[in-house]
Nanobody, 121 residues
Framework: QVQLVESGGGSVQAGGSLRLSCAVS??????MGWFRQAPGKEREGVAA??????ATADSAKGRFTISRDSAKNTLSLQMNSLKPEDTAMYYC??????????????????WGQGTQVTVSS
């Protein structure tokens, strides 16, 4: 049974940094991603990773970095230069098939419970 548990969210001022972690169990690392959803908005892809390949949303490029540690069964998202518009609930997700890995949330079937990120100006 796949379980994904996020941690590392919190409140930070604009320009600050946070590192999100996702503890993974019951899943052999394939295509995984980070997504976010702000109140009243659709869920959007932030970054995805499959093997050594990554994809990052334009809004996050140059600021966010996705990585994984297979030995520790952890997926991470390093977020730097945070902006108020980054405020959202952040979710990690796993895709059972690695075909078509990307930022489309509809491709992912396993989700964590989310961790809140709040950036103040």
């Amino acid at each position: 049974q796949v379980q994904l548990v996020e941690s590392g969210g919190g409140s930070v001022q604009a320009g600050g940094s946070l590192r999100l972690s996702c503890a993974v169990s019951g899943y052999t690392f394939g295509c995984m991603g980070w997504f976010r959803q702000a109140p009243g908005k659709e869920r959007e892809g932030v970054a995805a990773i499959y093997g050594r390949n990554t994809a990052t949303a334009d809004s996050a490029k140059g600021r966010f970095t996705i990585s994984r540690d297979s030995a520790k069964n952890t997926l991470s998202l390093q977020m730097n230069s945070l902006k108020p518009e980054d405020t959202a609930m952040y979710y990690c997700a796993a895709k059972l098939s690695s075909i078509g890995c990307g930022l489309n949330s509809g491709l992912y079937s396993k989700w964590g419970q989310g961790t809140q990120v709040t950036v103040s100006s």
